[in-house]
Every structure is written in C-alpha cells, then in structure tokens.
C-alpha cells in the first residue's frame, strides 16, 4: 500500500461499508455503517463468541442472534431498536440495526450521576412498553440492564440488544446449564436454573432503575458468586426514589415471580404519579449540565414525599414473605390499626363524598355510607379526618380511558402512602389513631351513577377506641 492512500472499508454483503467502531463486548463488536444502496447510516452488530464455546452452543447462541432480526421485526414500539437486516456471511453473522445516536444509561449514570425520579419514571414508562409489546409477541429479552437502554437527548428510550433474546416457545433454542445475560440484573428463578420468562425481563428492569435513581447497582458485587449470592439474599435500600417509584422498583425485586409485580400493574403504579403524561425529559447532553427536576412539586407535598420510598419498599417487602406482593383484600397492621376498603358502585364502602381536610360523623366501614350529611366541622367532636389524599389518572390527563390498575396495586400504593403521612411529624397523637385507607372500585374508576371517574385514594384517620377526635389531627408544621 502507498504511504497516504486511503484505506477502503470492509464491505458486508456488498452493500454496507464499516466506517467505524462504535463498541465491542462478549457477544462481538458494534459498527457504524452506510448502507451503500439507499445512503442511510446503520449500525451493525458483529457476532464473536468467546472461545471455549462447545460446538452445538456455539450453533445455538448464532441461531438466537439470527432470531434477533426475525423476532424484532414483529416488534412494533417506538422504545425497541429496529432490525433492519440479518447477514451470515463466511461464518460469521451480522445483525443490521437502526442508528440510534445516543449515549447508554450507564455512561450517562458514570458521567453525570443518579437521575432524578422523575426522569427514572419516564424512562420506566418507555421501557415497560418495549417489554410489554416484547413480551406480547412471546420475546422474552433477557438481558435487560443499564448498557442495553440508549437514552436520546430529547429522553427518548431505545431498548437495544435482542441479539440474545429467546422466542418462549421455540425449545429448541434452549441450552443445558447455559446462563444468557449479565449478573448483576439476572433474576433469582434464573439463577435456580429456571428458564428466563417475562418475569425476569421486569426483576431486571427493577434492577435497571435502581440504578437510574440510586447511582449503583444493587446487587453487583466484586465477584460473579457474590453477586449471585446478593440478589438469593438481600433487598437493596432505597433512598432517592419517590414514594410510588421506590415501591415499584421493590415490587420488581421480589424474589417470587408470582408474587413479582407484572408489567401492566408497574406500569398503572408509575402513570398515577402526579396526574402528569410521561415527562418528555431529556438528558443534558453535556457533562457539565445538571440533571433537572422536570416537576414542580408543592414545598409542603415535596417535604412529605421524600421518605414516601421507604414506607411503599417495606409495605411491598412485607407482602412478599405472605406469599403474593398483594395477597390479601385487607390490610391490617398490628393491633387492627390499619384497613384498606374500596369505595363507590360495588365496594365496601358504596357512596363516599368527602375530600382531604374534611372532618365527619361515622364509621369506616363497610356498608357505609359517608357523604356531605356526614361533614362535620374539623373544630368540633367528630368521628374521622381525611387527612391526606393519593392523585392517580383524572379523566382531564393524557389517559382519560387508562385501564383500572386493580383493587390490589391501588391498596398497596394508597396504605403504603397514607401510613407514611399518618407516622409522619405532619400528625399529631399518631399513635392513638387508625387508618382507613378508600381506593375506587372498577366501577367507580370508570363512572359512577353520575357518570364522574373517582380515581382518587383517600387516607382517613379515627380513634382506634372508637372516641371522638375533639380538633383537627394535622400537626401544621411549616419545618
């Protein structure tokens, strides 16, 4: 070669000419390519398996990265990376790809540090459409983690690296003793052998935004046994995610599968935050730029919210050791201190009227009915207070027909909620006080007889002696 002359570009297929490395791993190499015959740029992932393969895995792991561009193609969502083209070519494979010119979570995490929850939420959101509508086509992706989840200065979410990923019905892409995907956001039931299903997509995802929000992987650790032997035995502490983030993240670690949170409930958990669409946060592409809180949140709310991630992690922990996250249709806490009852056409509690910081005359309980006649001013003897209020979808939001979440994901945030406010400084004499706890039926979500959604959960305090409360219990802290 002539010192100078430029060196021409491998070529794939005659058509797409390797301009430049954009990374490698242990499944092979990823290109920046021009497709020569229609001029857009791709990029292309070059297949290397490690060596020490047996030679009938080694035919199985290039049939799944094959399955990539076959799978993907039935994929329909504007968070899944797009599969263009699938190329075997002198014995080794090419998957053709969408160019998505975004940098991975995990280098943004490195770079500029946790994100803030709302951008976690909106990441959450997009993310759980790619694995719902994955999942939806019998995909399960296997490698959920934070190098696998591209995120666009604009916040647009791009699920990449189906290369692995397994039709759940195709048996004859299954190995003996082989473990396909990254320690550290590998699910417990994969860990016992079990294959990978749609349940381990959503533990890593969990995984994924701890994080996002905390700045470190929960379970990774110095080796690979201790790393498996952090997600068999331990349960990561939050302490930056919001109230209905942190409860959704530890509903997505609970070892069960069963008992794991599913992707629709996730998904109706993290859409009730706020009454906001999903927030179009972008990333600040440049290093010396903040990460922003992107929701203006009320000082008095904003004071209450930031221990809310402890109380949803422990109410969705404790569940867990009863065998299901929402086993029960009642919530009892020690000493029969706690309820949780449903409210409107169908429910427990058919008409309920009263808003938050209204006081009122009798009980909480089923078959009552607590309507305008039952106010009473807050000054004067009175038998309960409904001392705080959990906003989920209104009918005014982006999702006015959003599907009911369910009796259970609705207690579960609303007592996780409702008992973070009632044992804060915000209320006084907490301790001799019972919760009741009103989410909507299905009915009342929907329409009740006035044709009105009530999609709001109500947080309602009384006497556990069945006295009367003689004033107001709200503490009226400013500090």
Known sequence: MLHGQAVEPRVIAGRYALVAELGRGGMGIVWRAQDRHIGRFVAIKELHLPDGIAHEERRVLEERALREARTAGKLNDPAVVTVFDAINENGTTYIVMELVEAATLSTLISAHGPMS??????IALQ???????????G????DVKPGNLMIRPDGKVKLTDFGIAQAVDDPRLTTSGSLIGSPAYMSPERIHGHEAGPASDLWALGATLCYAVEGWSPFERSST?????????????????????GAVITGLLIADPNARLSGPQARAMLASIGNQPTPPTGIPPAQTQQYQQTQAVNP????????????????IAAAAFTGGIYAHSWFTAPGGSS????YGEGGEVPVFGLSENVCGNGQVAPTKQLD?????ECDKPHDFEVFDVVETLTVQSNLPDAAYPGVDALKGVGVAKCELVLNSAWVKDNQQLKLSTLVPTETAWKKDKNDNAQRRIYCVASKKDGSQLDGTISAKKDN
């Open 117 to 122: 929850p709302n951008q976690v939420v909106s």
């Open 225 to 245: 046994a201790s790393t498996l032997h952090a997600i068999m035995s331990e349960t990561p502490r939050l302490t930056r995610a919001t109230g209905v983030l």
């Open 139 to 142: 995909i399960v992706h296997r």
């Open 300 to 315: 008095a709310k904003k004071k209450r919210n930031r221990i809310l991630a402890l109380v949803g992690a422990v109410v």
């Open 372 to 376: 305008s006649d039952s106010r009473e």
């Open 127 to 137: 993310t759980l459409s790619a694995l719902e509508t994955a999942h939806q086509a």
């Open 339 to 342: 309820t949780a009852l449903t």
